[in-house]
């Protein structure tokens, strides 16, 4: 439910999204305002509300030939980080949720998350292959300090020997060094840190909840000391916005430690595309225009372009002036390429399910 300008500004302090559309699935459509007979000078900040998800099933599998790995696992639904430009968002219209405020708002927990991998792993003719956590929605943000659902997780794929690759934005991944290094020793782990701006007032309104770019670099610093090999994804790229700190972020996590780097260019499917250009006016009304010419002219006049191999890069002059760059900065500064650590799927020990099942003989 959209609510008028003057309470969203009051009650989405902190917040990514501006506004709150219904969901895409949603029968009819609310549009709240203010009827004058209440004062909106006592209403209340948004809060963030978590529910327990109890799926049946926990890893999630693909066929996309634009991702390098063929299952995953996320441990929440929606994301407190508040990224305003995050694809994971028209997720939330499932739950018969805004993609916008809700998103970010109305999180979903899955307390069981470990007990149903180890089901899972056990299963007769299970063929490990790595494990990639933060694909949908952040591991490591602000709830996992309490629920601890992703450090769960990581404890059961350590006594598996089951090779993982976590992606985030968030510091609160050095809590789990001593897992991660752990596994690290075995070949069994790997760290993709996602920097968007070294510019902590872009990073804090764009990503609202999320580690300050400081910090990130820190914990790129801190992973890679205890060896733990640690990539950097300038994800996502938004052309006029953050695509002139390219180079300098490379830089900075080359110095910290990184050891790769990949990145993607900005995604808008379904709602993103209007929740990302209200934030955009609200934000940096004078380029608006500019920044979505760009993006448009690497899609073919679209927002947008789902397309296997467009999606993550785009088209056209703009986009081959990144690669270019990126492909250049990589070169220079003795980077790798994308994961160029390959994990040992060789050590894998499935878990015992249910208790052991005695021979006869």
């Known amino acids: 439910m959209d609510d008028p300008p ?26 709240a305002f203010d009827d004058g007979w209440d004062g909106l000078d006592d209403l209340p900040p948004l809060k963030t509300e978590v529910t327990i998800e109890k799926p049946k099933t926990i890893i999630t599998r693909n066929t996309s030939p634009d991702i390098g790995f063929d299952r995953s696992l996320n441990a929440y639904r929606g994301c407190e980080h508040g990224c305003a430009y995050c694809y994971a968002r028209p997720t939330h219209a499932y739950m018969g949720l805004s993609p916008g405020l809700d998103f970010e708002t109305r999180l979903f927990v899955k307390p069981d998350a470990a007990r149903l991998l180890e089901r899972e792993l056990g299963a007769p003719g299970y063929q490990p292959k790595p494990l990639a956590m933060g694909t949908n929605t952040d591991p490591y943000q602000p709830i996992e300090r309490r629920w601890k659902v992703t450090r769960e997780v990581l404890d059961l794929l350590d006594r598996c020997s089951h090779p993982v690759m976590v992606t985030t934005k968030s510091a609160l991944v050095t809590r789990d060094i001593d897992i991660l290094a752990r596994m ?6 790997r760290v993709g840190m996602s920097v968007t701006s070294l510019d902590h007032r872009l990073s804090r309104s764009m990503e609202p909840r999320a580690s300050s770019p400081a910090k990130r670099l820190g914990a790129i610093r801190e992973l890679a000391a205890a060896g733990v090999p640690t990539g950097v994804i300038v994800a996502p790229v938004i052309p006029a916005l953050n695509d002139p700190e390219i180079e300098r972020i490379l830089e900075a996590a080359r110095d910290a430690g990184a050891v790769d780097a990949g990145w993607v260019l900005l ?85 015992v399910v249910g208790g052991i099942q005695l021979s006869l003989f």
Do not use: Q
Not at 184 to 189: E, M, Q
Not at 341 to 351: G, M
């Open 6 to 31: 003057d309470v969203a500004a009051a009650r989405r302090r902190g917040r990514g999204a501006v506004a709150n559309p219904t969901g895409r699935h949603e029968p009819e459509v609310r549009i």
């Open 184 to 189: 690290a020793t075995r070949g069994l782990a």
């Open 267 to 351: 995604r808008l499917p379904l709602e993103v595309s209007e929740i990302f250009k209200g934030w955009l006016l609200e934000n940096h009304p004078d380029r608006y225009r500019h920044v979505l010419s760009i993006l448009r002219s690497m899609r073919d006049g679209k927002d947008y372009d789902s397309g296997f191999g467009r999606r993550m890069r785009g088209g056209g002059p703009y986009a081959a002036a990144i690669r270019a760059r990126f492909d250049g900065a990589v070169k220079r500064l003795g980077l790798r390429h994308g994961r160029s650590t390959s994990l040992d799927c060789s050590r894998f020990t499935a878990p």
